[in-house]
């Protein structure tokens, strides 16, 4: 019997998260996979600025020539928010119960995380949508390769890949917004520090205010020869 043992090879280490939960390497693909959807809704924003662009829509060239004014944009960015953040919330609701994937117990911290996920999704969507006279094609290819190389790079397709960019390239990893939503489920999940959460939370507002930022000045420049 003692022979036999020695000739067996078993485990006697169970990998644990700090938070004293087993750790699932494949948990990492649904935090990015989370990630990638907060991205996804600059799509609806991009859909939105085309309807206020008399180049790209009629609706947008009808709200041209009346007094509507571009500051009023605000309130069409708080619905697609709203409406983000229930999609997004939904994919969340799946992942967790249907799927019984382990997202913490911090609901509160969630929400936050899917709101700031859902608010930049639709600031970058608004600053690609204002980007000079692109046609609305131009736009919604930018957007792809955007989302989906934000996402690559947080590990969707590759679960090791955030590692990789924070040996060889970290600071790809504090701008990419994907990978800081990705941490920010880290953290909630499994690493359990609060002070790294709020770090990425600050930084998903400064980019979203910046992206907003950069959206507006490009409305606001607007301007056409005839209608």
Known sequence: DAVASLQ??????????????????TVLYFFALIAYACMSGA?????????????????????????????????????LIFIHFINVMILTF??????????????????ATNFMGSLIGIC???????????????????????TLLTGFLSGLMFGNMK??????????????????LSDAYYCISVYNDTLRYQRCMITLLI???????????GVRRERYDSI
């Open 8 to 25: 067996t090879n078993g485990s006697f280490i169970t990998e644990k998260s700090v938070s004293g939960k087993t750790l699932n390497p």
């Open 43 to 79: 799509y609806l924003s991009i859909e939105a600025v085309r309807d206020t662009q008399a180049n790209l829509s009629p609706l947008g060239a009808r709200r041209s020539i009346t007094p509507y004014r571009k500051q009023f944009l605000i309130f069409d960015m708080l619905v």
């Open 94 to 111: 799946y992942v967790n119960y249907i799927l019984d994937i382990d997202l913490g117990n911090n609901y509160l911290a969630i929400l």
């Open 124 to 146: 970058l969507g608004l600053m690609i949508g204002c980007i000079g006279k692109l046609t609305f094609s131009a736009k919604i290819g930018i957007c792809t390769s955007t």
């Open 163 to 180: 590692d990789v960019v924070e040996q060889n390239a970290p600071i790809l990893n504090r701008i990419n917004p994907a990978a800081v």
């Open 207 to 217: 980019m979203s205010v910046l992206f907003l930022g950069i959206a507006f000045l």
